[in-house]
């Protein structure tokens, strides 16, 4: 499917994915970042995985990339990121909110890469990387956002890993995601 995935930010979620990616067997190559030296310590001695501390270098030969890290930091990532990513791969996310983060990603003009939003609609109220399991997202749904003009063939690439790693996927509108999703999680 992928033969390199790179991980930004290995919390709770980030390090789920990761868990789920290695017990499914879903890549050649995991690579990771995070900010904190513990949560890289973390990740090195417990997986599989390639370890960076400077984000740039880590997703040079990522066919995926997956944004895992709070929304607040996610300009700082994508500017440091934007000139070393690999033509051709898809850029997603884990992020809540997809209207102002595509904004974001639209006025950087990436090229040749492939944005598509994911919201993977799953969690616990423990976090760090010890809290994660390879099954948080059996069974979960993930919404998927797209421009129109984004290519089936990513979205179904995109659709796919998320379902390989136990999501039930739901493509929605940035219009329509943040005002639905945020209605939705006060009910």
């Avoid at 690579?31 to 995985?49: A, I, P, R």
């Avoid at 884990?94 to 003009?109: D, F, P, R, Y």
């Avoid at 990387?129 to 797209?146: H, K, M, Q, T, V």
Wanted: aromatic share 6%; net charge positive; proline share 2%.
């Amino acid at each position: 499917m992928f033969d390199n995935i790179c991980v930004i930010g290995c919390g709770l979620i980030g390090s789920s994915i990761v868990r789920a990616i290695e017990k499914k067997k879903l890549t050649k190559k995991i690579s990771v970042f995070d900010k904190s030296k513990e949560v890289l310590s973390y990740m090195k001695n417990n997986f599989t995985v390639n370890t960076t501390n400077d984000v740039s270098e880590v997703i040079k030969e990522a066919d995926l990339v997956i944004i895992a890290a709070p929304l607040s930091s996610y300009k700082e990532i994508l500017l440091s990121i934007k000139n070393n990513l690999k033509e051709g791969a898809i850029l997603t996310d884990t992020g809540s909110a997809k209207k102002e983060v595509n904004k974001t990603i639209v006025n950087l003009n990436l090229k040749n890469i492939h944005w598509i939003a994911s919201h993977p609609i799953a969690g616990t109220e423990l976090s760090g990387p010890e809290a994660g399991s390879a099954d948080l997202f059996n069974n979960r749904w993930c919404i998927l956002s797209a421009d129109k003009q984004m290519q089936k063939e990513y979205l179904e690439k995109l659709k796919k890993f998320w379902e390989e790693i136990g999501s039930k996927v739901k493509f929605m509108t940035f219009d329509d995601h943040d005002p639905v999703l945020s209605l939705t999680s006060h009910l």
